[in-house]
């Protein structure tokens, strides 16, 4: 099956600092990667994904950049605020009909910390 | 209001008492699934489903079971629950696979 990796595990940045997660994954048939974000006590949220056929997508501060051949992907936050401050969390999805469609795959999560 | 609900919220119980965790989404989504979230671990996906009547095992299946006799609801029973069962649970749904998944708010279960 697919296995996702994700660094750092934590992230510490200056207000209007930029952050980068970086997460890889092993399955070369894997086709959506989506990012989500978890406040604490709250519940995951997605705050951006890309599919196989693109290299990259952008919202506002928020981009994901796409690398097939090395098999990594990246989430890019620019301009961080105080409210940026969450575990994010990457996964990958499946495409196998026989054993990995439908199953999603994630990362363990990063958190990040952005410092008034 | 779209959403996706989950009951209950929190559970304390013992070892070996079979217990239900509701999950159901009025968006008419065809894809559900259940994650649990452990420290460190992230989230990882314990049962899914495509549609009705359709389940499928994720990373760690075992000591749980799930239904899907309705496009709404997707229930998480735990048969015999033990100690290392106790964790977060998500329970999400999605218009279709590989599609942004709507998680409820979690429902915290204890084991002792």
């Known amino acids: 099956g697919e296995n996702v990796e994700q660094h750092p595990s934590t992230l510490s940045v200056q207000e209007g600092d930029s952050a980068v997660i970086k997460c890889t994954y092993s399955?070369?048939?894997?086709?959506?990667f989506p990012w989500y974000k978890q406040e604490l006590g709250k519940r995951p949220q997605l705050i951006i994904d890309?599919?196989?056929?693109?290299g990259e997508k952008k919202d506002q501060r928020i981009a994901v950049t796409l690398n097939k051949t090395a098999k990594h992907f990246s989430l890019h936050i620019t301009e961080t605020q105080p409210e940026d401050s969450a575990v994010y969390f990457c996964?990958?999805?499946?495409?196998?009909?026989?054993?990995?469609?439908?199953?999603?795959?994630f990362g363990r999560g990063t958190q990040l910390t952005v410092w008034p | 209001e779209a959403q996706v609900t989950q009951n209950p919220r929190y559970l304390i119980t013992v070892t070996g008492k079979k217990l239900t965790v509701t999950c159901s989404q009025n968006?008419?989504?065809?894809?559900m699934s259940w994650y649990r979230q452990d420290p460190g671990l992230g989230l990882r996906q314990i049962y899914y489903?495509?549609?009705?009547?359709?389940?499928d095992k994720g990373d760690v299946p075992e000591g749980y079971k799930v239904s899907r006799k309705e496009k709404r609801n997707f229930p998480l029973i735990l048969e015999s629950p033990s100690p290392n069962q106790t964790s977060l649970y998500f329970c999400?749904?999605?218009?279709?696979?590989?599609?942004?998944?709507?998680f409820g708010p979690g429902t915290r279960l204890t084991v002792l």
């Open positions: 890309i599919r196989s056929n693109v």
């Open positions: 999400a749904s999605s218009p279709s696979v590989n599609n942004e998944q709507f």
């Open positions: 489903s495509m549609n009705v009547e359709v389940t």
């Open positions: 399955d070369s048939a894997s086709n959506y």
């Open positions: 996964a990958a999805s499946g495409t196998d009909r026989g054993s990995t469609l439908g199953r999603l795959y």
């Open positions: 968006m008419n989504h065809e894809y």
